[in-house]
C-alpha cells in the first residue's frame, strides 16, 4: 500500500521526472478545470435562455452536481495530453482558452452518467454524483455538462481555421454516439446475464472509451496546434490504442488494486454484474468447477467478503491476469508505434511515451 507521501502525488506510481513533467502542466490545467463549469449560470445566458429567475434552482439542481467531480482532484490525464500536444506543435496552450477545462468537464460528465449506468457508490474519493443528488439531477447535470464544454470550441477567441473547428465538434458528435452505443451494449449484457465473446468485449470498449480514453485530447490538441489533415490519424490512433491499454489496466486494478486510495470499492465489476476481458478470459481459463463459482458470482452484490476474496483467487490463478496482460502490451505497443511517428519536439514526444508507460502499467489508481 501507498505512504503518505505517495498519497500526495498527481500520479501515485509515476517516475520522478514524469511526476515533475505532469505537476508543470497542471499549473495550466488546474484554474481552467475549475473553471469549466460555472457555479451559477451568468445572468445574460439565463436571460437569453428565459430562466432569468430560476438562477438559485438551477444553482442546485444543476450547477453543484455538474461541478461536484471537477472539485474533486483527479489526474487530469486527458487535458495535460493537450496540453502536451499543443506545446510539442509549438502552440501555447494559454492560447486556446477554455479548451482544457472543457476536455476534464466532458471526462466528469460521461464518467458522472457512467457511475449513473454501473450504479456505482463512489468516485475520486467521495460518493458518486447520484449518492449525493439523485439520480435525475445526476443525469440533468451530466447532460448540461457535456453540452456547456461545447462552447470552448464555438468560442470565436478561439482563432483556428473553419475546418479545424468543424472536425473537433463533428467527431464529439460522432463519438457521443459511439459511447451511447456501446454503453447500451453492455448495459444489454448486464441485464440479459448474456456473455459477450472476448472480442465482442473488446469491441465495445473501443466504442465506449475512444474520447474518454483518450483519442480525443490527441485530436483536439493536433487540431488546434496545426497538424495537417494527413497525420491526424497519428495522433487518434495513439490514443485510441492507449486507451485500450489504459482500460484494461484499470479492470485489473479493479480486482487486485495497488493503492490504498482506489476511488472504487473492491471488485464492483463482479458484484454489479459487469464482464471485463479478464473476468471473461477467467470464465474461459478456469477449471470448471471454478468457472461455474465465477458464474454464480457475477451480479451477487451481497456475495461475503470470504467468497469474493475466493472468486478474485480463482481469476489469479486462471491465468486471466496473463491473458489481460498480454492484450495491454499489444494496445501499449500499437500506442507507443504512432507516439513515435508523430509530428512533435522531441521534449513533448518523450513525455507523452512516458506518461503511455504509466497509464498502461504502472498508474496504482
Same mark, same amino acid.
Given at each position: 500500500? %501507498?505512504?503518505?507521501? $505517495?498519497? %500526495?502525488?498527481?500520479?501515485?506510481?509515476?517516475?520522478? %521526472?514524469?511526476?515533475? $513533467?505532469?505537476?508543470?502542466?497542471?499549473?495550466?490545467?488546474?484554474?481552467?478545470?475549475?473553471?469549466?463549469?460555472?457555479?451559477?449560470?451568468?445572468?445574460?445566458?439565463?436571460?437569453?435562455?428565459?430562466?432569468? #429567475?430560476?438562477?438559485?434552482?438551477?444553482?442546485?439542481?444543476?450547477?453543484?452536481?455538474?461541478?461536484?467531480?471537477?472539485?474533486?482532484?483527479?489526474?487530469?490525464?486527458?487535458?495535460?495530453?493537450?496540453?502536451?500536444?499543443?506545446?510539442?506543435?509549438?502552440? $501555447?496552450?494559454?492560447?486556446?482558452?477554455?479548451?482544457?477545462?472543457?476536455?476534464?468537464?466532458?471526462?466528469?460528465?460521461?464518467?458522472? @452518467?457512467?457511475?449513473?449506468?454501473?450504479?456505482?457508490?463512489?468516485?475520486?474519493?467521495?460518493?458518486?454524483?447520484?449518492?449525493? *443528488? #439523485?439520480?435525475?439531477?445526476?443525469?440533468?447535470? *451530466?447532460?448540461?455538462?457535456?453540452?456547456?464544454?461545447?462552447?470552448?470550441?464555438?468560442?470565436?477567441?478561439? %482563432?483556428?481555421?473553419?475546418?479545424?473547428?468543424?472536425?473537433?465538434?463533428?467527431?464529439?458528435?460522432?463519438?457521443? @454516439?459511439a459511447y451511447g452505443y456501446g454503453q447500451a451494449s453492455e448495459l444489454f449484457w448486464t441485464a440479459a446475464r448474456r456473455r459477450p465473446t472476448a472480442g465482442q468485449y473488446l469491441d465495445m470498449s473501443w466504442d465506449r472509451i475512444r474520447f474518454l480514453s483518450f483519442n480525443g485530447p490527441f485530436r483536439i490538441g493536433a487540431l488546434l496546434g496545426g497538424a495537417s489533415r494527413k497525420d491526424l490519424p497519428l495522433f487518434e490512433e495513439a490514443g485510441s490504442w492507449l486507451g485500450m491499454a489504459y482500460h484494461l489496466h484499470g479492470d485489473e486494478l479493479n480486482l487486485f488494486p495497488r493503492s490504498a486510495d482506489w476511488g472504487k470499492p473492491l471488485a464492483d465489476d463482479i458484484t454489479a454484474g459487469r464482464y471485463t476481458y479478464l473476468y471473461l478470459k477467467a470464465l474461459e481459463l478456469a477449471p470448471p468447477a471454478g468457472r461455474r463459482e465465477l458464474a454464480k458470482a457475477l451480479g451477487d452484490a451481497g456475495i461475503s467478503a470470504e467468497r469474493l476474496k475466493n472468486v478474485i483467487d480463482i481469476v489469479r490463478t486462471s491465468g486471466a491476469l496473463r491473458e489481460n496482460r498480454r492484450m495491454i502490451g499489444v494496445f501499449y505497443a500499437r500506442a507507443q508505434k504512432n507516439i513515435a511517428a508523430l509530428p512533435l519536439a522531441g521534449e513533448q514526444k518523450r513525455f507523452l511515451s512516458g506518461l503511455a508507460r504509466y497509464m498502461a502499467y504502472d498508474r496504482k489508481k
Open positions: 500500500m %501507498k505512504n503518505s507521501a $505517495d498519497r %500526495k502525488r498527481l500520479l501515485p506510481g509515476a517516475s520522478p %521526472k514524469l511526476e515533475a $513533467d505532469c505537476r508543470r502542466l497542471m499549473s495550466l490545467v488546474h484554474e481552467e478545470v475549475l473553471a469549466a463549469f460555472p457555479a451559477v449560470f451568468p445572468a445574460p445566458v439565463l436571460r437569453n435562455w428565459r430562466l432569468a #429567475g430560476q438562477r438559485g434552482l438551477l444553482a442546485a439542481g444543476v450547477n453543484a452536481p455538474a461541478r461536484l467531480y471537477v472539485e474533486r482532484p483527479g489526474k487530469c490525464l486527458r487535458p495535460i495530453i493537450t496540453a502536451a500536444v499543443l506545446q510539442g506543435l509549438g502552440r $501555447d496552450p494559454r492560447g486556446c482558452p477554455g479548451v482544457l477545462g472543457a476536455i476534464e468537464l466532458m471526462e466528469a460528465a460521461t464518467v458522472s @452518467f457512467d457511475d449513473l449506468i454501473d450504479g456505482s457508490d463512489t468516485r475520486r474519493g467521495g460518493p458518486a454524483t447520484h449518492k449525493v *443528488y #439523485g439520480e435525475t439531477k445526476a443525469y440533468l447535470a *451530466y447532460q448540461a455538462a457535456y453540452n456547456w464544454a461545447y462552447r470552448a470550441f464555438l468560442a470565436p477567441e478561439l %482563432k483556428i481555421e473553419d475546418w479545424r473547428r468543424l472536425e473537433i465538434l463533428a467527431s464529439l458528435s460522432r463519438e457521443i @454516439f
